[in-house]
């Protein structure tokens, strides 16, 4: 069967290079030719957002920042961008900084500059989330794909060792989330891998010496083309799941995506045996799920969803609420049963096995 898909590559300017955060931001706000800036950045980022922002001139600053992007909180900053006549919003930090700029841009159309301090990707994504009343709520709208990112070694190093490797793995479930998603096709596909292959060197390499700066730019440049094929590839199941768990039950991000993972991949790898040797490629092992095992353990990667603080009794309500957002482009057929069964195993923390090694 010959090859035959539709991909869409999103526009964005890519401004990467240790150092240099400071004159790529201003050199992008004068591209831009911004009069009032907003920056969105947590107050725990100050000495980075120093550094970031030394060479331009902030109009105003939202620090409410919060994992999962609460209603409440988006509706005051987009009033505030609103009221101060604000033309471009400079995001610094990880997924919840960029979380809450997209929800800015989602209703005001102002664009974004995101300077990344993770390894989430958010930055590289038409995708947004918000959550109200312990519901989280995603979709993808070209309004709130930053018109730039700045990437920055330096800007990771403050970042711990464990929190960094929790945001890489959480990149990596970008990757193998593009392999079969609803809109997965041979270029998201192709990304994914050399994004599997660069987080899988650089992040044993931050493990080992986390002010490296090589093991932080294969991480930066892995996160970025982990987003990349997310963005094409859209959310699969294993980011169904998680934004569940994150929103519904307040579970950390990062931690979470990197407990749930290797359980999803487990339950499709069998059914999907290209995207399983693409993964095992990128991971230089016989299958996607001995790679995947061997590097969390190599990096003492959280395992039981249990350890994250999620109850066992909430299984049953959260696969209720999971259930119907699973894509019907997942390679493997998903019921409650397998579904809860999926959870509970994911709770636990046990080896993850996949069907063809029960």
């Known amino acids: 069967m010959g090859l035959n898909f539709t991909h869409e590559t999103l526009g964005q300017r890519l401004l990467f290079g240790s150092g240099k955060a400071a004159i790529n931001v201003a050199e992008e706000v004068a591209r831009q030719g911004s009069r009032k800036v907003m920056l969105v950045a947590t107050s725990l980022e100050s000495e980075i957002v120093r550094t970031v922002t030394s060479r331009i001139s902030i109009a105003l600053t939202c620090d409410d920042v919060v994992q999962h992007v609460p209603i409440e909180g988006?509706?005051?900053?987009?009033?505030?961008?609103?009221?101060?006549?604000?033309?471009?919003?400079?995001?610094?930090?990880?997924?919840?900084?960029?979380?809450?700029?997209?929800?800015?841009?989602?209703?005001?159309?102002?664009?974004?500059?995101?300077?990344?301090?993770?390894?989430?990707?958010?930055?590289?994504t038409n995708v947004w989330g918000l959550t109200e009343a312990t519901r989280k709520t995603t979709g993808s709208d070209i309004k709130v794909l930053p018109v730039a990112v700045v990437y920055d070694a330096q800007l990771t190093y403050s970042l711990p060792v464990d929190l960094s490797i929790a945001s890489g793995m959480n990149a990596i479930a970008?990757?193998?989330?593009?392999?079969?998603?609803?809109?997965?096709?041979?270029?998201?596909?192709?990304?994914?891998?050399?994004?599997?292959?660069?987080?899988?060197?650089?992040?044993?390499?931050?493990?080992?010496?986390?002010?490296?700066?090589?093991?932080?730019?294969?991480?930066?440049?892995?996160?970025?083309?982990?987003?990349?094929?997310?963005?094409?590839?859209?959310?699969?199941?294993?980011?169904?799941?998680c934004h569940v768990l994150g929103g519904t039950y307040r579970l950390p991000h990062a931690q979470t995506h990197a407990s749930v993972l290797p359980y999803v991949l487990a339950f499709n790898a069998p059914f999907a045996e290209e995207a399983n040797q693409r993964i095992a490629y990128a991971l230089g092992a016989s299958s996607g799920l001995e790679g995947l095992n061997l590097l969390r353990a190599a990096l003492n990667v959280p395992t039981g969803l249990k350890d994250l603080g999620f109850e066992e009794s909430n299984i049953e309500e959260a696969s209720e609420i999971i259930f119907p957002l699973i894509p019907e482009s997942n390679p493997r057929k998903v019921s409650r049963e397998n579904l809860i069964e999926l959870l509970h195993t994911a709770w636990a923390g046990e080896t993850p096995v996949s069907n063809d090694e029960r």
């Open 74 to 124: 988006a509706e005051a900053a987009r009033k505030a961008a609103t009221d101060n006549g604000i033309d471009l919003i400079i995001s610094v930090g990880g997924g919840s900084a960029t979380g809450l700029a997209k929800a800015i841009a989602l209703t005001t159309g102002i664009p974004i500059l995101a300077v990344a301090t993770t390894y989430a990707g958010s930055e590289a």
């Open 174 to 241: 970008h990757c193998i989330d593009s392999m079969w998603a609803p809109g997965a096709d041979p270029i998201n596909q192709a990304l994914a891998t050399e994004g599997i292959r660069a987080l899988a060197s650089g992040l044993p390499m931050i493990l080992r010496n986390p002010s490296g700066e090589r093991g932080r730019e294969l991480a930066l440049y892995g996160a970025y083309l982990s987003a990349a094929s997310f963005a094409s590839a859209g959310s699969g199941m294993h980011h169904k799941i």
